[in-house]
């Protein structure tokens, strides 16, 4: 299995919801990442866990939470998004998380959210 | 930081013909380079990547050719075919940043 399943597909919300994206991987890697995508741009780095501790938050406001309950999931909350904040959000996990050589970034297909 | 530059944007090539793609990085410590594909509605993924003690990578119709020195590195695509057409996204190690992007369209 070297899929990475992420749900919901699409979801549309507003500015005073609370709902939260989340990400399955069952390839035994340690490593998992977010990254957001807006139209025409390259993915960007929002959070990276490795063993299941945050490693690496690239200055992300605090209305994105993210939560890896263990090796296999990740969560993403949303709370008060702006429409700015519409964009695919990706998933992806690695064998490595440490410092410099990730390896392989296994990636899931997104969840593209809407903000009204 | 690391910061990942690549050229060109858009890149469009008749079927069977040769495709290059070039990026630069500028953390020197930065020790592995992956290249992804992405297609319509689809998550990136990996088509090959090199490691800093390698110059030069092949998997049948793509390589990748690394220059620690200059600290640039390219994607070669050759016999290009329609299903190549695609969005194609560097990354240097060091908090996996991508470059920008190159948009293929192979012509048939």
């Known amino acids: 299995d070297t899929e990475v399943t992420q749900t919901p597909k699409h979801l549309v919300m507003g500015m005073t919801n609370k709902k939260s994206l989340k990400c399955e991987q069952h390839?035994?890697?340690?490593?998992m990442y977010w990254y957001k995508q807006k139209a025409k741009k390259p993915p960007e780095l929002m959070f990276v866990y490795s063993y299941e501790k945050l490693s690496i938050n690239e200055s992300v406001p605090s209305r994105f939470s993210p939560e890896c309950p263990n090796s296999s999931l990740l969560n993403l909350h949303l709370h008060a998004l702006q429409p700015e904040d519409s964009a695919l959000y990706l998933c992806a996990s690695s064998q490595a998380g440490r410092g410099g050589d990730t390896g392989e970034l296994f990636f899931g297909e997104g969840s593209r959210l809407t903000v009204l | 930081g690391e910061n990942v530059e690549q050229h060109p944007s858009t890149l469009s090539v008749q079927e069977g013909d040769s495709a290059v793609i070039k990026c630069t990085y500028s953390d020197s410590a930065s020790n592995y380079f992956p290249w992804y594909k992405q297609e319509l509605g689809k998550g990136p993924q990996l088509i090959i990547d090199i490691r800093s003690n390698v110059g030069e990578k092949k998997d049948q119709r793509i390589a990748v050719t690394l220059n620690k020195t200059a600290k640039h590195f390219s994607l070669h695509i050759t016999e290009t075919q329609p299903e190549d057409s695609a969005v194609y996204f560097c990354?240097?190690?060091?908090?996996?940043?991508f470059g920008a992007g190159t948009r293929l369209t192979v012509k048939p």
């Open positions: 390839m035994g890697h340690r490593a």
């Open positions: 990354a240097a190690s060091r908090r996996v940043r």
